[in-house]
């Protein structure tokens, strides 16, 4: 069982920064992938950023160039590095967590509001 746990959400105007963080209750050594996935209001979950044991990393289309996904593994936790927020951005971000092909574990969310 692998627990995970999203801080660094919150309001911020267009164009600001936010750094969210998700802490695995296990070593990375056990998780394959590790991945930052987003939902609107009215809208289907998808995905943001990915990071896999090897450290190979990928962004959903809409992210690519603004966002950063990195793991600190000494501290079993991973870091989404938000710039140039849009409105857009908006929604609740979710930390998932694959130990075999599929994403199992969940956080539970943090709010992400971008609004002037």
């Known amino acids: 069982q692998v627990q995970l746990v999203e801080s660094g959400g919150g309001l911020v105007q267009p164009g600001g920064s936010l750094r969210l963080s998700c802490v695995a209750s296990?070593?990375?050594?056990?998780?394959?992938?590790l991945a930052w996935y987003r939902q609107a209001p009215g809208q289907q979950r998808e995905l943001v950023a990915r990071?896999?044991?090897?450290?190979?990393?990928n962004y959903g289309d809409s992210v690519k160039g603004r966002f950063t996904i990195s793991r600190d593994n000494a501290k079993n936790t991973i870091y989404l590095q938000m710039n140039s927020l849009k409105p857009e951005d908006t929604a609740v971000y979710y930390c998932a967590g694959a130990v075999t092909g599929s994403y199992d574990y969940w956080g539970q969310g943090t709010q992400v509001t971008v609004s002037s």
């Open positions: 296990t070593s990375f050594s056990a998780i394959y992938a």
């Open positions: 990071i896999t044991s090897g450290g190979r990393t």
